[in-house]
């Protein structure tokens, strides 16, 4: 938060110290008549309010941010709070420190020291020069470039809102995609390419949708999955070979997996499920990509992909994921895999039925890495079927037989043992000689009242059945779940995809349901509150601009810089290749705070120029008002350009990190740095235009007529 934000930090004190530097410019070209402090006094009021204001919106824009829940509301909660707190500060200092130390300590008259030379040093120090705006070594470079095409642009004002407006249009189906039939003329892979028609490709088709973006923990965690039934040695052989083979690769510091579970209810995991966490060496330690010494580093994927290629098994099913994610994952849907189907009814063949043709169907979906349908019948059981007509010839019952199946095959704990500090518990049992297959078991003697031994086989039928290993009920109803594992492309493409795909090839049986899972179903909750949020957004800046400007007009003019500023922050999107997802949309929404605050100084400083000029009786003309746009627009440019430029300076190190936690960072400021290029670019050159139409058409009818018939 305090990252995003620090640029802004200093906006309105920029903004305050430009303003009071131009009146006090004026002052001494005026003849330095009357105080100065009246002056700056003057400037302060002139912009206190816009400034406080604009920081205020900044501030507030953030405050939807607190309607996340789940785990999107706990990592981005902290980071609103830390912004709003900063932005709300900022705002009113900028009103109360930051004018009561320029009051404090600003000089005009030079100080006078005995030495000549101490004197001209203390007054460079703390009164400086001021240079009229044409002078500035910095603004008149500005000058050169903007004054041209801002003229350029109130001649031809029609035609640059025109393309103003063909530039939003143009970049909206970056967000939405083409219209269905104009979209089939463009591959929809092209998208998830590296070539130069990816971009083409998205445009074509959208942005893709995600939840979270990759946040890597320097880890992996391999989560493969073979068929039920597999024996303790034969897991452990195919454990150890999977190890091995992770660990030969260099990027790998160790391994470690386990197959099975721990004697616990929390983690139950069958020895067909294995897990191996991959612990990596830093990213400077990777392989590069080619021979060349100044060729890049492989990166995560690409790892990822060499390991699955090499650890395609033979009756195995890989999954790729992070530990820690892979952990809030289970949690919270319950799905191990970025993608998982849920299947409901109430049989479980048929459910296990359905899976395997889910399964079939997805395997060749473009971006499907691995697909497994769990075998929720493929548990092997030895039943004993008691007979009672032989349990009564013999005066046993059912709890005879049931208590010697306990004992002799189980395991039955008898006594405590105590040695010193430590408890074990002692069980007696047949040896595993006498257990170790049917005939053996059909001879385990079960003792009768009368004191006979009567073999087990007598009494029972001994028979191995195919059941579930394990029962899932969710909802109140049986479950079983499809694991999805996909690479190179969006969760959200993938999902809208394999859903028609399934729709056309699937028929459930009545009483049978589908229910996708996994990020997807996180990705949708957050798309419906980001529905109510974002509206919830923009109401609140429109509400306080409003509040500021008392005018719809000039609230509504100040609000054109959050479609202008959609320009740049898409396509900057779409040239990284990130996809949309929460961390993009706080972005976005901070975004808005910053256009808000952009097009607050674009405006005022309009404002300022134009009720000089009617103070000065200087607006009569056409003309009066082009030069007093021009005025505004062009000679306040170095205010502009600086806060700006601020914004740019917090936000373009983040760009650059490359640390844990840059992945998230960098689409939090991704759409910042490309919407504030955009929105200030068409600000400079769309603003007067708009405000020329404006002021001309709506607020100088008087003049315009005139104007009309001295030319007629």
């Known amino acids: 938060g305090i990252a995003i934000s620090i640029g ?18 004026q002052w001494i070209e005026g003849g330095r008549k009357g105080d100065y402090h009246a002056v700056r006094l003057q400037a302060l009021k002139e912009v206190g309010p816009s400034v406080f204001f604009s920081l205020l919106v900044i501030a507030v824009a953030f405050l939807p941010i607190f309607t996340l829940v789940d785990q999107e509301g706990r990592l981005f909660k ?16 900028a009103v109360t420190l930051d004018p009561a130390m320029r009051m404090l300590f600003t000089r005009m008259d030079p100080i006078r020291l005995k030495s000549p030379w101490a004197s001209k040093l203390a007054t460079t120090l703390a009164v400086g020069t001021y240079y009229p705006e044409e002078q500035h070594p910095i603004s008149k470079r500005l000058f050169r470039v903007y004054e041209p095409a801002c003229r350029w642009v109130l001649a031809n004002r029609k035609r640059t809102i025109t393309w103003a407006a063909a530039l939003v ?15 089939k003329a463009v591959p929809s892979a092209w998208r998830y390419s590296h070539g130069p028609q990816r971009l083409l490709g998205v445009w074509a088709h959208g942005l893709g949708s995600e939840f979270m973006p990759p946040l890597n ?66 990213r400077n330690e990777w392989r590069k990509a080619g021979t ?35 952990r809030i994952d289970m949690l919270t849907t319950g799905v191990r895999t970025p993608i998982g189907i849920k299947i409901f009814g109430d049989d479980l063949t048929k459910i296990e039925e359905i899976g395997t043709h889910v399964e079939m169907i997805l395997k060749d979906v473009p971006g499907t890495r691995s697909i497994y349908a769990e075998r929720v019948a493929g548990g092997y059981f030895l039943d004993f079927d008691l007979k009672r007509e032989e349990l009564a010839r013999y005066g046993l019952s059912i709890a005879d037989a049931q208590m010697v199946i306990m004992s002799a095959i189980g395991g039955e704990p008898i006594t405590t043992t105590v040695e010193g500090r430590e408890r074990y518990t002692v069980n007696v049992r047949y040896a595993r000689e006498f257990r170790d297959d049917l005939e053996k078991l059909q001879r385990v003697f079960v003792p009768t009242p009368a004191g006979q031994q009567i073999p087990l086989g007598q009494l029972a039928d001994l028979t191995l059945r195919l059941g579930p290993a394990m029962i899932r009920n969710e909802n109140g109803l049986l479950a079983g779940y499809v694991y999805v594992d996909m690479a190179g492309r969006d969760i959200g493409g993938y999902v809208t995809e394999a859903k028609q795909i399934v729709a056309k090839q699937l028929k459930l049986p009545s009483g049978y349901s589908l229910m996708w899972s996994g990020q997807y179903e996180n990705m949708l909750r957050v798309r419906e509150r980001l529905a109510v949020v974002v509206p ?83 607006m009569r003309t056409k003309q009066d008002l082009e030069e007093a746009v021009i005025h505004g627009a062009v000679k306040r440019l170095r205010p502009k350009m600086m806060t700006v430029m601020a914004a740019f300076m917090g936000l373009l190190p ?19 740095v490309g919407g504030l290029t955009t929105s200030f670019v068409l600000e400079l050159l769309v603003y007067p235009a708009i405000y020329f139409l404006w002021k001309w058409k709506f607020e100088m009818k008087e003049g315009a007529a005139e104007w009309i018939r001295q030319t007629a």
Do not use: C
């Open 78 to 93: 902290p980071l609103a709070w830390a912004k709003n707190l900063a932005m709300a500060i900022a705002a009113i200092l």
């Open 169 to 183: 249009v143009i970049s909206l189906p970056l967000l939405t995609g083409l219209p269905w039939p104009l979209n």
């Open 536 to 618: 919830l957004t923009l109401f609140i800046i429109g509400f306080l601009l409003y509040m500021n400007t008392k005018s719809l007009v000039k609230t509504g003019i100040v609000l054109l810089a959050v479609p202008f500023s959609l320009i740049g922050a898409l396509w900057l999107l779409a040239f990284l290749g990130y996809n949309m997802s929460i961390a993009v949309w706080v972005g976005m929404i901070a975004l808005m705070g910053l256009d808000a605050e952009t097009g607050v100084f674009m405006l005022l400083f309009l404002d300022l120029s134009y009720h000089d000029a009617v103070r000065q009786g200087k």
């Open 292 to 326: 060349l010494p100044w060729s890049r580093r492989i990166t995560y994927d690409e790892l990822v992909a060499m390991m699955d290629e090499a650890l395609k098994i033979p009756g195995t099913t890989n999954a790729w994921t992070m530990p820690i994610k892979n």
């Open 8 to 25: 802004v930090l200093v906006d309105g004190a920029i903004v305050e110290v430009e303003n009071a530097y131009k009146r006090l410019e």
């Open 217 to 282: 923990e320097g880890a992996i965690l391999y989560m493969p999955t073979t068929l039920p039934g597999i024996s303790v040695g034969e897991a452990q052989a195919l454990l150890q070979k999977q190890d091995q083979i992770l660990k030969g690769f260099p990027e790998v510091e160790r391994v470690f997996g386990k197959s099975g579970r721990m004697e616990s209810s929390t983690d139950p995991a069958p020895f067909s499920m294995m897990e191996t966490v991959v612990l990596l060496k830093p």
């Open 654 to 672: 983040i760009m650059w990190s490359m640390g844990t936690g840059a992945d998230m960072m960098k689409r939090i400021a991704a759409p910042m």
